[in-house]
């Protein structure tokens, strides 16, 4: 984040536009930090930080994803990583937007991007000072991110060949152009892949497009017919609910006349194409089963699936989970399920409402998904209930859900706006979301009361942090109204807690007050089981336990756990999340696995 796909913009201030003496207090710091990194100067680092100071690395001093908090911390932090590693040419970055003053979580900061180099490449760094005028006018950094650009000497791929012909030994035999069967029948000869990426959604094409940046070779899996069948086979009135500008893809942005919410079948195709255009190699139709690591040769065993049911063992150095943080279906087990003689689907099988017309509907779940579905039963005339069970974060999709990427509109182009966002350490981030959710109240007042009238239980998160945190911590919880809570708050689609439920009967639900709500369809729009699950299957219980839990905050690191970076198990990776966290994001683990070859193979010292 920062760690996220995140803004965390309250506003920019135009008054104070950036003069030559504020571009000098830039380069003074920067400057004076230089001097004091390289006489490893514990004072002279500590002087030019406030106590309640935060940095995030990238990979660019730590060569890791780290965020500390405190004078203390950071000092000793940056102190331990300078022996060997020279950290030059602080300067303020003359290609990117120019410093200047914005309000950031409440706070007025003179804000500026800037460069420097360390032994391993070329580096970008964000910084936030803060104007201190006790004892006397003094700026100190209240924020610091530093992010790994680009490594020193593999410059040569900085554009991609589109038109070249893919040269690489193992990469003919891989293209998505052959049959599966021409693979198998050649894949005694071939050259195994560096790394192999399971998953084709936005999580995996990015990193494999950032892998095949940084030239290695890698084969993206997907289980799927084709690609973008992820986004096609969900229901039908689906469309991304933030805007087309902050979601483009690495390397290629969505033509400007897009619609602002992309419809997912119009998604589904650009996936098909970008995989296309970058030249990946995508084996489609194939299940990735399960792997184990052969510690001495640093490789994995994996056991693959092929369409036609055909095994396939490959030896990959690494495996990257790309296979999102909601795929397998989770069905809550109510009392009677079994006797119930209507139709029961999960909102991952929901196609659309038109069968359904004058009959009797529950929509089990009150996430997006749950909403969506509900609100395209009653466009087809269905009479729909929905069922509330745990309490949900409702924002309207305008303008309060797309608050969270107000950094997005001020101007910056987008790689400024990612590093800004990338640059944003977790609590100065969290103090941002929480001042936003409290904005995006004031915006929902209207709908919020009368939800609360007709019983709809509210959250706001964790500490009131909102949607996005939200989907950070759990994957969901939340509605991006686009009209179904109207129809809630106005009675058109009726409202039933679930602690009012007995159990199932032949002919609906039995309620608590001797009722019975009866109903030809259930959809169970109840989410999915978590990335964990899906690691014990893939990988089994020990490493699961080993690596411990994927996604969600973790308070102690401020960092996604286990999410584009190393792992405790050598060679074993995760990437999932929104497009502009996979945008972000899939660079850093592509430099991440670039370094580790790297490190492999060069000489012991
Ligand atoms: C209804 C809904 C609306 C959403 N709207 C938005 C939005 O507006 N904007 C946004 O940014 N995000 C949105 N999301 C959230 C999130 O971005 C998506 O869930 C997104 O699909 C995550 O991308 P991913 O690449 O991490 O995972 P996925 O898209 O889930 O991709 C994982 C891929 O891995 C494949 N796979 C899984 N297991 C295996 C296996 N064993 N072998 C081979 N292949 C496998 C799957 O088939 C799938 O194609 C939405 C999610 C939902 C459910």
């Not at 991110?145 to 490594?151: A, N, R």
């Not at 239980?457 to 945190?469: A, I, M």
């Not at 989410?527 to 969600?552: Q, R, S």
């Amino acid at each position: 984040m920062a760690m996220t796909e995140i803004s965390q913009t309250e506003h920019i201030s135009p008054e104070h536009t950036i003069t030559a003496t504020h571009r000098e207090i830039v380069n003074n710091w920067l400057s004076r930090f230089e001097i004091a990194v390289n006489n490893s100067s514990y004072n002279l680092i500590a002087e030019l930080f406030l106590d309640d100071s935060h940095w995030r690395d990238l990979l660019a001093i730590s060569g890791r994803v780290k965020t500390l908090t405190g004078i203390n911390n950071i000092t000793n932090e940056l102190l331990s990583h300078l022996s060997g590693n020279r950290l030059s040419s602080f300067m303020i970055d003359p290609d990117r937007v120019q410093p200047r003053f914005a309000t950031r979580s409440g706070r007025r900061v003179l804000e500026a991007l800037f460069t420097f180099n360390t032994s391993q490449g070329s580096a970008s760094g964000v910084l936030r000072l803060v104007l201190l005028t006790k004892p006397n006018n003094y700026y100190k950094a209240w924020t610091i991110g530093t992010v790994l650009q680009e490594l020193k000497g593999t410059k040569a791929t900085k554009h991609l060949h589109l038109n070249k012909k893919v040269t690489s030994p193992g990469q003919e035999i891989f293209s998505s152009k052959l049959s599966k069967l021409q693979i198998i029948e050649k894949s005694n000869t071939i050259e195994q892949p560096t790394v192999l990426v399971v998953g084709a959604g936005q999580a995996g094409l990015s990193t494999a497009a950032q892998l095949r940046k940084q030239g290695i070779d890698t084969v993206v899996i997907e289980k799927h017919n084709r690609v973008g069948d992820n986004w096609r086979n969900r229901y039908r009135s689906l469309t991304l609910h933030n805007q087309t500008s902050v979601n483009h893809l690495p390397f290629l942005k969505f033509p400007d006349h897009w619609p602002t919410y992309i419809p997912k079948d119009q998604l589904a195709d650009w996936f098909e194409s970008y995989a296309d255009i970058m030249k990946l190699n995508v084996w489609t139709q194939t299940h990735f089963r399960n792997a184990t690591y052969e510690q001495k040769q640093m490789h994995w065993n994996v056991n693959l699936e092929l369409p036609n049911g055909k095994q396939l063992k490959i030896k990959p150095h690494h495996i990257v989970m790309a296979t999102g943080i909601s795929g397998t279906p989770s069905i809550p087990n109510i009392r009677g399920i079994e006797r119930f003689n209507g139709t029961i689907i999960h909102s991952e099988n929901y196609t659309d409402g038109s069968k359904w017309k004058g009959l009797n509907a529950l929509v089990i779940g009150t996430g997006n998904s749950g909403h969506d579905i509900a609100q395209d039963l009653y466009k087809h005339g269905s009479n729909v209930t929905m069922v509330q069970r745990s309490s949900t974060l409702i924002t309207n999709i305008e303008p309060s859900a797309q608050l969270v990427y107000s950094l997005y509109h001020e101007g910056p182009n987008l790689e400024d706006c990612d590093l800004l966002a990338a640059g944003t350490p977790f609590e100065p981030l969290k103090e941002s979301h929480q001042i936003l959710t409290k904005k995006s109240k004031q915006y929902d007042e209207d709908i919020l009361k009368k939800l609360e009238k007709v019983g709809f239980k509210l959250d706001f998160g964790k500490e009131e942090t909102g949607w996005q945190f939200k989907y950070l911590q759990t994957g969901g919880g939340y509605y991006f109204n686009i009209g179904c809570s109207d129809l809630i708050a106005d009675g058109r689609i009726k409202l039933l807690n679930f602690s009012d439920v007995k159990d199932f009967q032949e002919e609906g639900l039995s309620l608590s007050d001797g009722n019975i709500l009866p109903a030809k369809l259930v959809v169970f729009a109840t989410g999915y089981k978590g990335p964990d699950f899906h690691v014990k299957k893939c990988f089994g219980t020990k490493l699961a336990h080993k690596i411990g839990p994927v996604w969600g905050f973790d308070e102690r690191t401020q960092e996604l756990r286990n999410m584009w970076t190393k792992t405790k198990q050598p060679g074993l990776w995760f990437i999932a999340g929104g497009l502009s966290q996979c945008r972000i994001y899939s660079k850093i683990l592509a430099l991440q696995i670039k370094l580790n070859e790297l490190e492999k193979y060069s000489p012991k010292k």
